[in-house]
């Protein structure tokens, strides 16, 4: 069973700071996604890695593919109050290309 | 709207009853997902859809759940004899194509269900 650990679970911020949140595994995906999911909505997809040591941006937004392809980052830079919500990493594993593994994701929350 | 819609948004039935969960994907998407969002939990997968076969249903916790789609198009979620442990957010996903890294899964808002 292939798992996916997120750190933290919790995070609370103050406007304009800086945070990292953390994806890790002991397999290897083929790609990793990075979800963002507001209360009493679905998951919106953010990013999809592919490659070993990938780097994508979004506006204020950094994700990191490891290069080992099993674990991933996501750096916030100068946090706003709108980056709050509930962030989720998923998997594609090698053996499946449909089957997204979730980590348990970090709630964050970014204050005024 | 050009979304996944879901139905009904809430559910509150008593343990034993059976239940139903709609899920609308978006017009032209033939692969559909549901998923399970508890506390504590995470998002689990319950089972896949192409068309109107389900290739995997690897994920549904027991054979009190079972999920049919017809016309290639509308899914029904299905909890026979609900127990407390069933009370959870269920999420449809529906994508583009076959399914694979290509192809973004779009999530409906869900349908949170408590069994009291």
């Known amino acids: 069973t292939q798992l996916l650990e997120q750190s933290p679970q919790f995070l609370s911020i103050q406007e304009g700071e800086n945070l990292t949140v953390y994806c890790n595994s002991s397999s290897v995906f083929s790609s990793l996604q990075w979800y963002r999911q507001e209360p009493g909505e679905g998951p919106v997809l953010l990013v999809t890695v592919v490659t070993g040591g990938e780097v994508k941006k979004l506006k204020r937004l950094t994700f990191q593919f490891g290069d080992a392809r099993k674990d991933s980052s996501l750096h916030i830079t100068a946090a706003q109050t709108g980056d709050t919500g509930l962030y989720l990493c998923a998997g594609v594993g090698r053996g499946s290309n449909y089957k997204l593994t979730f980590g348990k994701g970090t709630l964050l929350t970014v204050n005024p | 709207g050009a979304g996944v819609s879901q139905s009904p948004s809430n559910k509150v039935t008593e343990k034993g009853k059976d239940v139903e969960l709609r899920c609308d994907p978006i017009s032209g998407h033939t692969a559909l997902y549901w998923y399970r969002q508890s506390l504590g939990q995470g998002l689990e997968f319950l089972i896949y859809?192409?068309?109107?076969?389900?290739?995997?249903k690897s994920g549904l916790p027991s054979d009190r759940f079972s999920a049919e789609r017809t016309g290639g198009s509308v899914s029904t979620l299905t909890i026979q004899r609900t127990q407390q442990e069933d009370s959870a957010v269920y999420l449809c996903a529906s994508s583009l194509g076959p399914p694979g890294q290509r192809y973004e899964q779009y999530f409906g808002p869900g349908t949170r269900l408590t069994v009291t």
């Open positions: 859809f192409q068309g109107n076969s389900a290739p995997d």
